[in-house]
């Protein structure tokens, strides 16, 4: 069964920077897209960012130049390095992946920045 865990969420002050993790795990031929989106209360979640197998990335506008998303393939793991952080990147975190054409998410992490 594969699973997707988050991890290194959590709360920083404004400007601060914080890295999240994710790991695949489980039997896994190939990993096709993966990302990070984002849900705060009372919005719909979002996509913040996004790679391919190859590397290609994409950003929401809000976070392009501060947030960075990179992958490595020998580890089934994708990064967020989310730096310059602001109040209104408050939100739960979710990672997601197209693992042979399935779509997985992970339970989700928290950011919380203070202003």
Do not use: H
């Amino acid at each position: 069964q594969v699973q997707l865990v988050e991890s290194g969420g959590g709360l920083v002050q404004a400007g601060g920077s914080l890295r999240l993790s994710c790991a695949a795990s489980g039997i896994i031929f190939s990993i096709n897209a993966m990302g990070w989106y984002r849900q705060a209360p009372g919005k719909q979640r979002e996509l913040v960012a996004a790679i391919t197998s190859g590397g290609s990335t994409n950003y929401a506008d809000s976070v392009k130049g501060r947030f960075t998303i990179s992958r490595d393939n020998a580890k089934n793991t994708v990064y967020l390095q989310m730096n310059s952080l602001k109040p209104e990147d408050t939100a739960v975190y979710y990672c997601a992946a197209e693992i042979e054409l399935n779509d997985y998410w992970g339970q989700g992490t928290q950011v919380t920045v203070s202003s």
